[in-house]
């Protein structure tokens, strides 16, 4: 497991002006296709088969993630992913284990003897961001201003996103923020819009997860806005709903905090 990060993190050098390209290209796509843990399929194919839509498997439209999880495992995500919409564009020729063996993939990723027991996913160091010879986080202050979007897969409580349009595998997370308790149609998206301007850290994302990354992530931190609270002494996160709560964004996906 050691050997195989290791690996990675020795190519992720190498793969600056590929993974550039890549990130490039994330909006460029219009022609989402459904998603394996292995291999990009065609449009209105899934991971076991059946077609899109498929009512014994939860699946509403061809637009949402499906209630039921890829081999009943919440680790792996919906069974079935969007083919058409914002999230399926982002999601287009995504693999949910970059292309391994399902085993290996959580041999890799996956640390059973995190949160005392309970298991949690090995996320890389300083913040997901590619690291400088020094060993400091490749990132800078950005001004994110009146009418930028942006979204996330993941709840109000997180504090990274990315520009609107930027592909799931571009964001090298894991398959499980894909996954919704409250709404699994939506596939945990929530999109949103600056209000008033505000600063975040912002760099291209290291690859992890067997995804690609380098694409951009916006880090929302305390520190950088006048007024914030610190709500966590440890990594200075500024949660997402802060944000909603003192309206410096609105949301363009969620009722309540609907932009008019």
Same mark, same amino acid.
């Given at each position: 497991?050691?050997? %195989?990060?290791?690996? !990675?993190?020795?190519?992720?050098?190498?793969?600056?002006? *590929?993974?550039?390209?890549?990130?490039? *290209?994330?909006?460029?796509?219009?022609?989402?296709?459904?998603?394996?843990?292995? +291999?990009? !399929?065609?449009? /209105?194919?899934? +991971?076991?088969?059946?077609?899109? &839509?498929? #009512?014994?498997?939860?699946?509403?439209? #061809?637009?949402?993630?499906?209630?039921?999880?890829? %081999? =009943? =495992?919440?680790?792996?995500?919906?069974?079935?992913?969007?083919?058409?919409?914002?999230? &399926?564009?982002?999601?287009?020729?995504?693999?949910?284990? /970059?292309?391994? #063996?399902?085993?290996?993939?959580? =041999?890799?990723?996956?640390?059973?003897? *995190?949160?005392?027991?309970?298991?949690?996913?090995?996320?890389?160091?300083? =913040?997901?961001?590619?690291?400088?010879?020094? &060993? +400091?986080?490749?990132?800078?202050?950005?001004?994110?201003?009146?009418?930028?979007?942006?979204? %996330?897969? /993941?709840?109000?409580?997180?504090?990274?996103?990315?520009?609107?349009?930027?592909?799931?595998?571009?964001?090298?997370?894991?398959?499980?923020?894909?996954?919704?308790? +409250?709404?699994? &149609?939506?596939?945990?998206?929530?999109?949103?819009?600056?209000?008033?301007?505000?600063?975040?850290?912002?760099?291209? !994302? %290291?690859?992890?997860?067997?995804? #690609?990354?380098?694409?951009?992530?916006?880090?929302?931190?305390?520190?950088?806005?006048?007024?914030?609270?610190?709500?966590?002494?440890?990594?200075?996160?500024?949660?997402?709903?802060?944000?909603?709560?003192?309206?410096? !964004?609105?949301?363009?996906?969620?009722?309540?905090?609907?932009?008019?």
């Amino acid at each position: 497991m050691q050997f %195989r990060k290791s690996m !990675i993190s020795l190519t992720a050098g190498a793969l600056l002006l *590929a993974g550039a390209a890549f990130a490039d *290209a994330t909006s460029a796509s219009a022609a989402p296709a459904s998603t394996t843990d292995g +291999t990009a !399929i065609t449009v /209105g194919a899934t +991971t076991d088969g059946s077609t899109t &839509g498929d #009512p014994t498997d939860g699946h509403r439209s #061809p637009g949402e993630c499906s209630e039921a999880d890829f %081999r =009943d =495992d919440s680790r792996l995500g919906p069974r079935k992913l969007p083919v058409t919409g914002e999230v &399926g564009r982002e999601l287009s020729h995504y693999q949910r284990t /970059g292309g391994e #063996p399902v085993q290996q993939f959580l =041999d890799t990723w996956w640390d059973p003897s *995190a949160r005392s027991g309970q298991g949690g996913w090995q996320y890389p160091p300083k =913040d997901g961001y590619l690291i400088n010879p020094d &060993g +400091t986080p490749q990132r800078t202050v950005t001004s994110l201003t009146p009418g930028l979007e942006f979204d %996330r897969f /993941g709840g109000t409580g997180g504090n990274f996103a990315s520009p609107e349009g930027t592909k799931y595998a571009a964001r090298a997370i894991p398959p499980s923020n894909l996954d919704s308790t +409250t709404d699994p &149609g939506s596939c945990n998206y929530h999109a949103y819009r600056v209000l008033q301007t505000f600063s975040v850290y912002s760099g291209a !994302i %290291r690859p992890w997860f067997d995804q #690609p990354g380098y694409g951009q992530q916006y880090q929302v931190v305390s520190a950088l806005i006048p007024g914030a609270p610190v709500v966590d002494p440890v990594s200075d996160a500024l949660p997402i709903q802060w944000l909603l709560d003192n309206q410096l !964004i609105c949301s363009t996906t969620d009722a309540a905090y609907l932009c008019q």
